[in-house]
């Protein structure tokens, strides 16, 4: 499964139920035949926090935004939000694939951060 162009979710074939790829068993009915869904290029901001006391892997941060979108298609994700603009509910926003941090072992780990368009 590729996840750095497009974040993907599974969508049941039987009850219609969204959810992470992880899952083997739809999680409302217990089905396993999934459709898979993908995420749109844009997505707008519902809500969002600042994390001003971070996790040890975003040591490197003082502090970054975490934030609930919403891609065209309905689907919704949280992740880490861009902080170069201003944050307003409702912009549109793009997921990009790069590095977030780095865990306790120094290894880089890569994600989608949510951008301003
Ligand atoms: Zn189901």
């Known amino acids: 499964m590729e996840f750095k162009d497009k974040l993907k979710w599974k969508k049941c074939s039987k009850c219609e139920f969204l959810q992470h790829p992880s899952h083997l068993r739809c999680l409302n009915c217990k089905n396993d035949k999934f459709i898979f869904i993908e995420s749109t290029d844009k997505c707008t901001l519902l809500t ?6 971070p996790p040890m892997e975003f040591r490197s941060q003082k502090s970054y935004a975490l934030g609930l979108v919403e891609f065209n298609n309905g689907i919704k994700a949280l992740g880490q939000l861009s902080t170069d603009l201003e944050l307003v509910p409702g912009m549109q926003l793009k997921p990009v694939f790069k590095k977030i941090c780095e865990n306790l072992n120094g290894e880089e780990i890569y994600s989608f951060i949510f951008v301003p368009l």
Do not use: G
């Open 48 to 53: 969002y926090t600042i994390l001003k006391a």
